[in-house]
């Protein structure tokens, strides 16, 4: 049964089910993880844990188009089948496209959901192989807002605007964020954050306004992830529910813990190895300092750990058609500190595609080639140690990433020269 105009002052199913707490309506952004999974499940299973009927909760999911397959699996297993018994509206969202003007897609909007539609619409690794980078680990997780918040907060805008209650078991977000849930959905705040996180629940504090106020039932019930995991296993059976995250999330790699379950999930997964080691290859021709690992490289885990599996990335490697990237960068310094890096801008053409050794080929006839970290490159400008600076370089990497550069990019450009040439002038 679709959903798209569901509103409960219209759905005679719930005349009967007005919430106890002024008839508020829930909203569950439900990440399929660990957290939101115990969460959910003690939702169902044990009525005296929340103060609203079940047929007030709306659970919502934002496809990335990159979750581990064995985490779908286990949802359509044990969690699908819960939601079409007690018919809870289950709704699976998507962003549409590399633009906020290409909206979003409801992949399906339902009381009766069969399957998870993992696969997305326009997937987060999409995006990635146009820019040639990879998510970054540094400040707000801009990968999550983009195709996580802003899908979810564009869905409820559209399709469930009564609602007033919002759990969430995912990144709280940032100030703009919080500040659109209090204007369109003003109540209760509900985070899935679990006991050890005190300090992102202080941070989720801190966008309460009179509209709204931030809660956490997890932290209220003194359960941590190995709660979650205990209760979800004395409920499903599974012991080991995964953690939600795209395939060649750098999040699940920046620990040693993180390092090794993520080898042992690609031991079942190759071809998410292999997708995540070409993301990264992109990644590393465009930008030296672009790796998986907090900016090292996976492919040197990989083929410290996995020598097998480092063979069959190289074959891929040489069979994948590539391009020839002419890449300029600027980074430029903060006004009230000169010595760090206020932002870095690139410009990026694409010279020529082929064959990886047609595209190798091509930047080795430019001149003397550079192969310091493994990648060829033909440098025409290297990076300087004073700020403002820049770097010009040609390098063949997997094809896919799109030209791009900032209207005002050539302005910057020829000032930092001429800047430079000023102070070369004068020191001689």
């Not at 002052?9 to 002024?22: I, S, Y």
């Not at 996580?148 to 709280?172: C, M, N």
């Not at 993520?262 to 290859?281: F, G, H, V, W």
Request: charge should be neutral; proline fraction near 5%; include cysteine.
């Amino acid at each position: 049964m679709s959903l798209a105009t569901w509103h409960p002052d219209h759905d005679p199913l719930l005349d009967d089910a007005r919430a106890p707490v002024g008839g508020m309506n829930v909203v569950l952004s439900y990440g399929l993880g660990v957290d939101s999974t115990a969460l959910l499940l003690r939702w169902l299973t044990e009525p005296e844990t929340r103060d609203f009927d079940l047929r007030r909760l709306l659970v919502v999911t934002a496809m990335t188009g990159d979750e581990w397959p064995r985490t779908a699996a286990l949802v359509e297993e044990h969690i699908l089948p819960r939601l079409r018994s007690a018919g809870i509206r289950y709704a699976q969202v998507a962003r549409a496209g590399a633009s906020q003007s290409d909206g979003i897609r409801v992949l399906e909007d339902s009381t009766t959901p069969a399957r998870l539609h993992v696969a997305g619409a326009y997937k987060l690794s999409d995006e990635l192989t146009a820019a040639g980078t990879i998510p970054q680990t540094g400040g707000n997780r801009l990968c999550s807002m983009k195709f996580k918040g802003f899908v979810i907060d564009t869905y409820l805008e559209q399709h469930a605007p009564e609602a007033t209650r919002h759990a969430f078991g995912y990144e709280a977000g940032e100030q703009g964020r919080a500040e659109k849930c209090a204007r369109h959905m003003p109540g209760r705040l509900v985070f899935g954050f679990e006991a050890s996180e005190h300090l992102r629940a202080r941070r989720a504090t801190g966008y309460d306004t009179p509209h709204r106020v931030a809660e956490f039932p997890l932290i209220d019930w003194g359960w941590d992830r190995d709660d979650c995991q205990r209760y979800i296993e004395q409920i499903t059976g599974v012991s080991d529910w995964p953690k939600s995250a795209c395939d060649y999330c750098p999040f699940a790699l920046t620990s040693r813990a993180g390092r090794e379950q993520s080898l042992l999930r690609y031991d079942t997964r190759p071809a998410s190895l292999m997708k995540a080691l070409m993301l990264e290859r992109r990644s590393l021709a465009l930008n030296p300092r672009g790796g998986l690992i907090a900016g090292e490289r996976l492919i040197d885990l990989i083929t410290e750990r996995r020598r097998r599996q480092a063979l069959a990335f190289w074959l891929e490697l040489y069979r994948t058609p590539h391009a020839v990237y002419e890449v300029r960068r600027i980074w430029r310094p903060k006004k009230a500190d000169p010595l760090k890096v206020a932002n870095a801008n690139r410009d990026l053409r694409v010279l020529a595609t082929g064959s990886r050794q047609d595209c190798v080929h091509h930047v080795r006839s430019l001149g003397g080639v550079d192969r310091a970290d493994g990648i060829e490159r033909v440098y025409l400008l290297r990076r300087g140690e004073q700020l403002p600076t820049r770097e010009h370089f040609i390098v063949a990497g997997p094809a896919g990433a799109v030209e791009k550069s900032l209207p005002r990019f050539p302005d910057w450009w020829e000032e930092i020269e001429h800047e430079q040439l000023g102070l070369f002038a004068r020191a001689a």
